[in-house]
Nanobody, 130 residues
Framework: EKVVESGGGSVQSGGSLRLSCLASGYSRSTTCMAWFRHAPDSEREGLAVIDYEGNVVVADSVKDRFTASRGDDKDSFYLQMDDVKPEDTGTYYC?????????????????????????WGKGTQVTVSS
């Protein structure tokens, strides 16, 4: 089981970035995947989660600017970041689990439960300049 992120970089405020996550070694029929970020001097924050059925939840704090989607192969999970702001600066991590502990209407709970995910990528840095 392995998770690899890509797509980070430096961007000016108001710009866009698309982060990609590829999970391998998981069953496509059950995998739970999520994006978290760790900004300087902040707690780790859950941004988006997807369950094996393709249900997606994006955190309220970013849902007006970020969207999340899964690739047709169901091994990939993307985070589209639009109208980025300096406070979006941080390290973005993709995480995967064999299954989501919470699903359906409770899927959002996974955003606050990083320990539910057993595989983490090394992170990709996003830097937004004003």
């Amino acid at each position: 089981e392995k998770v690899v992120e890509s797509g980070g970089g430096s961007v000016q405020s108001g710009g866009s970035l698309r982060l990609s996550c590829l999970a391998s070694g998981y069953s496509r029929s059950t995998t739970c995947m999520a994006w978290f970020r760790h900004a300087p001097d902040s707690e780790r924050e859950g941004l988006a989660v997807i369950d094996y059925e393709g249900n997606v939840v994006v955190a309220d704090s970013v849902k007006d600017r970020f969207t999340a989607s899964r690739g047709d192969d169901k091994d990939s999970f993307y985070l589209q970041m639009d109208d980025v702001k300096p406070e979006d600066t941080g390290t973005y991590y993709c995480a995967a689990a064999t299954f989501c502990v919470y699903g359906g209407t409770l899927l959002a709970r996974e955003l606050t439960r990083p320990d539910d995910f057993n595989s983490w990528g090394k992170g990709t840095q996003v830097t937004v300049s004003s």
